[in-house]
């Protein structure tokens, strides 16, 4: 009888999966670097940071092994341990451009982003995941969930861009944890103490039989490793994120107001048939349909004066700038947004699947252009959507599908310009807006950058929320306010002086000279998302840890 891979530890999972004699560990232990910023909060750091790190061959075919320890501080990602993924994930990128095949094999064991490190963890995985979108194109990527922490919030985004996601029947995924859905909308929408409803909801065996998850093994290294090896040889298909009209048309006939159970769910997926969804650009309308900042600056910006669209809770419209056309896209509040959880601005599966359509509009539009279009994203979004059903029908690959197509135009040369009005909190913003090329943000008192609520980050980390504050004063990456956020290096700029609540012509002047300077320092720039480790505040200590963690990697490679 074989030994279970589940209860085995991150780099006894990763050595476990190589052909023998081929590990070979890169920043491991021995190297000691570690997490500083954890230190500062009376927690012992380790020396790995969580990560495990190893090149090695699987059945001969070249290998890098990303392990994470599910043991220290949950799996979380913080800067040295999102370092540690982004910077192996590139340096695979870089060998295969080069022709050297090289299989990226990911080993989930997560809540998502290092609370304690809180948007340091945010900005890591938004640089994983382009990584990942990129490696796609050369080689399938391959992502493994064997079971007990699981893979959650920010990093079950990114488990969905993967090219296969295997997982034992013990694995559960899902973008919000049980305790935060209840802290958030409260108990009678997600009780966290009944196990069979979250093993029945964010289950590996839900997950697989409603495509979440690719395929599922016995908890055996053997069937792992065979698993693994399948994947590596299969033909090439589309990324999951990429089924857009698949969603979009469950989406549009599932009824909220109704009683749903994961059998009930598991039915109606396999009855649907997707038909092309037209893509709802913004028109004038009657009457302001929202409130919201996010909703004047889509009207300041784009000169329509009442913007309504076919799905309220996303606007986007092309402007002429200056001879230039732009696409500029919000995710604005709807009271009467059919699914309860999304209607203060949150992003939703509705709203994740109409980004990446919008987006992935203007991709093909401009295919063959030589100049392609810029992608102007607005952004105040409080959160993602807390919900019991957005959880069981997978609110998580929603996101993917947002992040996937501004990952793909970035790549494909449109320039993607953020413009942070508002709240930047958690999955919402991974998914509409960390994917951009450039960062713009207002300096105002209601710009709050995050990765959780505090009530929520307070229960998580089993702290008060006045020991959360306090925290945030010996780690930046931790507060909420945008001063402090500018100064990890994230921002192209940020501009003092705007009325943000009621802009003005001058103020909304400022803000397009600034987005099209911005669009015009993309002209020749890489790509990727190295400007935000190139920044003066980077270099000054905002990446330090990020940077230092790049350098060694590509010492040892």
């Known amino acids: 009888m074989q030994n279970s891979f589940v209860e085995l530890n991150g780099r006894e999972r990763a050595k476990a999966l190589l ?10 232990p021995l ?8 230190e500062p909060q009376g927690i012992v750091p380790q020396s790995d940071d969580g990560i495990i790190l190893a090149l090695g061959e699987i059945h001969k075919q070249k290998v890098l092994i990303i392990s994470m320890e599910g043991a220290f501080q949950g799996g979380g990602i913080g800067e040295v341990s999102g370092a540690k993924i982004s910077g192996a994930l590139e340096l695979a990128l870089e060998e295969n451009k080069r022709g050297n095949k090289l299989y990226p094999v990911m080993i989930f064991d997560t809540g998502g982003v290092r609370l304690q490190e809180a948007n340091y963890g945010l900005l890591s995985i938004s640089e994983i995941a382009t990584q990942i979108v990129a490696l796609r194109k050369y080689v399938p990527v391959i992502g493994l969930i064997p079971g007990r922490v699981g893979a959650f919030g920010g990093m079950s985004i990114t488990a969905e861009l993967f090219t296969t996601l295997i997982a034992t029947k013990k694995a559960r995924l899902g973008l919000n944890g049980p305790e935060v859905i209840e802290q958030e909308a409260g108990v009678m929408e997600f009780d966290a103490s009944d196990k069979a409803l979250i093993w029945n909801t964010i289950g590996a065996n839900q997950r697989f039989q409603t495509g979440l998850i690719d395929e599922m093994v016995e908890d055996t290294t053997d069937a792992v490793v065979e698993a693994i090896d399948t994947a590596l040889k299969a033909p090439a298909k589309p990324a999951k994120t990429e089924q857009i009209d698949f969603y979009l048309t469950l989406l549009n006939t599932l009824d909220p107001t109704e009683a749903w159970t994961p059998e009930r769910y598991r039915e109606f997926y396999t009855q649907i048939q997707p038909v092309q969804q037209p893509v709802p650009l913004a028109k004038e309308g009657a009457v302001d349909m929202s409130d919201s900042r996010g909703y004047r600056w889509f009207s300041r910006l784009t000169g329509i004066a009442h913007p309504i669209s076919d799905v309220p809770s996303v606007l986007a419209a092309d ?5 230039q056309l732009c696409r500029y ?5 709807n009271a009467s947004n059919r699914f309860p959880r999304v209607r203060n601005g949150e992003v939703g599966m509705l709203e994740g699947w109409t980004v990446a359509q919008i987006i992935r509009d203007a991709i093909r539009q401009d295919e063959k252009k030589e100049t392609k279009r810029p992608i102007i994203a607005i952004i105040d979004v409080p959160s993602q ?11 998580s ?4 599908a947002s992040a996937d197509a501004y990952a793909t135009a970035r790549l494909e040369g449109h320039p993607v310009i953020g413009v942070i009005v508002g709240n930047a909190i958690s999955g919402g913003f991974l998914a509409h807006g960390l994917q951009s090329n450039r960062l713009i943000a207002l300096d105002d008192s209601k710009v709050n950058i995050q990765a959780m609520s505090k009530a929520s980050a307070a229960r998580i980390t089993k702290r008060t929320i006045a020991e959360l504050e306090e925290a945030t004063k010996k780690v930046p990456a931790m507060a909420y306010d945008v001063r402090s956020y500018s ?5 192209y700029q940020m501009l003092s002086g705007i009325h943000a609540d009621d802009p003005q012509s001058s103020d909304v002047a400022i803000v397009e000279k600034t987005v099209s300077e911005a669009i015009e320092s993309t002209k020749g720039a890489p790509r990727d998302l190295s400007f935000r480790l190139q920044t003066k505040e980077a ?19």
């Open 539 to 557: 270099m000054a200590g905002g990446r330090t840890a990020t940077r230092g963690v790049r350098d060694a990697l590509l010492e040892q490679w």
């Open 397 to 400: 690959l929603a996101l993917a």
């Open 319 to 323: 402007v002429d700038k200056n001879g």
């Open 31 to 38: 190297d000691k670097i570690q997490s500083p910023h954890l």
């Open 487 to 491: 100064t990890l290096g994230a921002l």
């Open 329 to 333: 896209i919000a995710i604005v509040p």
């Open 385 to 395: 959507a807390y919900g019991y059903k957005e959880e069981m029908v997978g609110i």
């Open 19 to 28: 052909d023998e004699g081929t590990f070979r560990e890169i920043l491991g």
